[in-house]
């Protein structure tokens, strides 16, 4: 079975090298729409694949730490890189260009990795992602599966190369959640209340 949860966020961006001169050389920005896709061939206690309610704690945080923020290209000019971070308190650098496609593959290393490191207390078993789903417009998404998201040759990506401005991870509920995920850290999900 399949669940979904949907989450919107607003994020300016420059995507270098695209074929489009507007999009590749100015700074825009996107009324993002993120689905995020589960699977499981079991029910909890609950009778659910996973409570939607245990989403809108650190996952929530992840896919939000996008929001009013800019998004840059680790690889971009220095001197671009620069300002952005100087203008804008609310920033994520990322190892790829941020692309629709590079969006969904970074959210999805993030909520994999924290899935696979959060200990459950209401009887869920085998909960994996199946696929994020980033809408970039009304029109078009991109759609990352496992495969994808760990694919050497879309870019490689790893949790430690993602950077988020202070302002960012002040505003996570855990301003360490970051740094538990790459060292490892196990999180447990509280009993539904």
């Known amino acids: 079975m399949i669940i979904r949860k949907q989450f919107k966020f607003e994020n300016a961006h420059i995507v270098r090298g695209c074929s489009s001169v507007k999009c590749r050389s100015s700074v825009h920005g996107h009324s993002y729409i993120i689905e995020l896709l589960f699977e499981s061939n079991?029910?909890?206690?609950g009778h659910m694949v996973y409570d939607f309610g245990l989403m809108k704690q650190n996952m929530k945080d992840l896919v939000e730490?996008?929001?009013?923020?800019?998004?840059?290209?680790?690889?971009?000019?220095?001197?671009?890189?620069?300002?952005?971070?100087?203008?804008s308190v609310r920033w994520v650098e990322l190892p790829v260009s941020p692309s629709a496609e590079q969006f969904s593959r970074v959210i999805f290393i993030l909520i994999d990795s924290l899935l696979k490191l959060t200990s459950t207390l209401n009887g869920e078993k085998e909960v994996k992602m199946n696929s994020v789903i980033v809408h970039e417009?009304?029109?078009?998404?991109?759609?990352?599966?496992?495969?994808?998201?760990?694919?050497?040759?879309?870019?490689?990506?790893?949790?430690?190369?993602?950077?988020?401005?202070?302002?960012v991870l002040n505003d996570f509920n855990d301003s360490k959640l970051l740094q538990k995920m790459i060292a490892g850290e196990m999180f447990i999900n509280p009993k539904s209340v």
């Open 65 to 87: 730490s996008f929001d009013h923020a800019i998004t840059i290209w680790s690889e971009d000019e220095e001197s671009y890189i620069k300002d952005m971070k100087k203008h």
């Open 137 to 167: 417009t009304a029109t078009g998404y991109a759609q990352c599966f496992k495969d994808d998201a760990y694919s050497k040759g879309m870019g490689e990506l790893h949790l430690k190369d993602i950077k988020f401005s202070d302002e």
């Open 42 to 45: 079991f029910l909890d206690n």
